[in-house]
């Protein structure tokens, strides 16, 4: 009997979680620990010994850790973690919330002819420089969460294709950071006086399958002797690489969509795009293939915020719903509600938005005096409001013409069943498509990465690897789009821009 098992972590926005596999690739175990980016000096960030603590929190709930076999570290893509030389955090981390290196994108993305998000790790460098930050002249390395956790494990300093990409443009055979570019930035940053070179900050950059070094002796010291050294460790990868994973979304034509504390589409493109936008994002797979990525802050915080509202309310007569319960029963209740929310709008933003070009958030509920404003048209415009700044993104990819020919969801937004797909489909006019291992997400994509590391000689292409073998016989549910929800939802989509107008004032005004 096979008794190995393959350990997914991925620090997410909300929860750090482990996802223990077996060699059917079902999940058999999980651990968790919830924990809270907080805004500190104008920056959202998360210390650093949360981190560790949530780690081994989420371990110790994972049984049978003598059988894992394989590991891998996941995280919330982008961001800023900056070091010196001795490994000694320069500034508090600097996560993908933060819209705070607008005039570094933008630069960036001048300079180097291809869209630079605010979000990445090099916005986020040279923002630092362009603010005479006195950390610069210190820094000796960059790196992501994910990227971080790992060289503390195994004291080597590399990430995944799919992470490195967040980070700094990928050459276009997918195996490298652009040469071009980073001789661009390097000469950049030596008209500011700085004398480092950006090879030497990155981390290197690793394919899925290749082996990405072990637990260190110090490594599993860290862990409390939760894992035992010498368990070899796949490449750390981003949420969007292990999305892709978790839902076989990695070859071309395929797609998925992550919906969670943020949202974003992964498109896997045949071939470039034809113009830069600044809305939409070139990562890659986590073998180097390009991907076309609609990444959006906000998705489910404020529609989170109200069911706690709701939940209130009930209880001043005395009921006490059970939270998944009251979830499940507004989400079905939205169904009732209009195609185009009757008139209801919902901004759900609570921090900025680089797809409509936010830099702040203020939530708001709008409605004219004839709307119909009832509990299912609200909800609904709840959550429409989830998915329409990506619906914006999707549709500048449709003006592309790119094709889809499946679209994947995952994360918290589909864990009840039917409802998050359909708007879905509507928004994205595309078939939606759930699996039986959806809600496990991000951390069970980096287990499926730690399998396919050590099974990758018998195996071939990753492509062929989650296709043949992983989700081969994997049940799952697919959602058509309804054409009255299409309508509805692109009717409601042209008040929801007009509506950014009163949500960039509200940003001024409050």
Not at 35 to 64: C, D, F, Q
Not at 137 to 162: C, D, F, K, P, Q
Not at 288 to 311: E, F
Request: charged letters at 15%.
């Amino acid at each position: 009997m096979d008794n190995n098992l393959y350990l997914g972590v991925e620090f997410g926005s909300t929860r750090i979680k482990a996802v223990a596999i077996d060699g059917a690739f079902r999940p058999v175990s999980t651990g968790d620990y919830t924990w809270a980016s907080t805004y500190e000096n104008g920056v959202w960030t998360y210390p650093l010994e949360k981190a560790w603590e949530g780690l081994k929190t989420a371990l110790a709930g994972v049984e049978h850790r003598e059988n894992i076999r394989a590991m891998g570290v996941s995280a919330m893509m982008h961001g800023y973690l900056a070091f010196d030389k001795n490994w000694q955090l320069l500034v508090p981390f600097r996560t993908w919330q933060n819209t705070i290196t607008g005039p570094a994108a933008a630069e960036l993305t001048d300079l180097f002819g291809f869209n630079i998000p605010q979000r990445w790790s090099i916005a986020h460098l040279y923002q630092a420089v362009l603010n005479g930050e006195e950390h610069v002249s210190r820094v000796a390395h960059i790196t992501t969460l994910a990227g971080y956790i790992h060289y503390m494990l195994t004291g080597v300093n590399a990430v995944g294709v799919g992470e490195a990409s967040g980070m700094f443009p990928i050459a276009a055979d997918g195996k490298n950071y652009d040469a071009g570019m980073m001789e661009k930035f390097d000469a950049l940053a030596a008209s500011h006086g700085l004398t480092w070179k950006l090879a030497d900050l990155l981390p290197c950059v690793l394919q899925a399958g290749e082996n990405a070094g072990a637990l260190t002796e110090s490594g599993a010291a860290r862990l409390d002797g939760l894992l035992p050294a010498g368990i070899p460790l796949a490449p750390p990868e981003g949420d969007a690489g292990t999305g892709m994973t978790a839902t076989n979304a990695v070859a071309p034509r395929t797609g998925n969509v992550s919906a969670g504390t943020s949202i974003f589409s992964m498109v896997v493109l045949e071939k470039p795009l034809e113009h830069v936008h600044e809305e939409i994002d070139i990562v890659t797979t986590p073998t180097g293939k390009p991907v076309a990525m609609v990444h959006c802050n906000n998705c489910t915080n404020d529609t989170n915020a109200w069911v706690g509202v709701l939940k209130e309310t009930a209880e001043l007569f005395g009921a006490k719903p059970d939270a998944g319960a009251l979830y499940t029963g507004l989400y079905q209740k939205s169904l009732e509600g209009d195609p185009d929310c009757g008139g209801v709008l919902v901004c759900n933003y609570l921090a900025g938005e680089g797809v409509t070009h936010m830099d702040a958030g203020r939530p708001l509920v709008v409605r004219t005096p004839d709307a119909k404003f009832t509990l299912a048209n609200f909800f609904r415009a709840q959550l429409y409001a989830t998915m329409s700044t990506l619906k914006i993104g999707m549709d500048i990819l449709a003006e592309e013409h790119v094709a889809i020919d499946s679209l994947t969801g995952h994360g918290g937004l589909f864990k009840t069943p039917v409802v998050g797909q359909k708007y879905m489909a509507a928004a994205c006019n595309a078939p939606v498509t759930c699996m039986d291992t959806a809600g496990e997400g991000g951390p069970y994509g980096m287990a499926l990465l730690a399998a396919y590391m050590m099974n990758r000689g018998s195996s071939g292409s990753l492509e062929k690897y989650l296709s043949e073998q992983v989700f081969a016989g994997v049940n799952g549910s697919t959602v058509a789009p309804d054409p009255a929800d299409v309508a509805g939802f692109n009717a409601y989509i042209r008040r929801y821009k007009a509506l950014l107008t009163v949500e960039n004032a509200a940003v001024q005004a409050l």
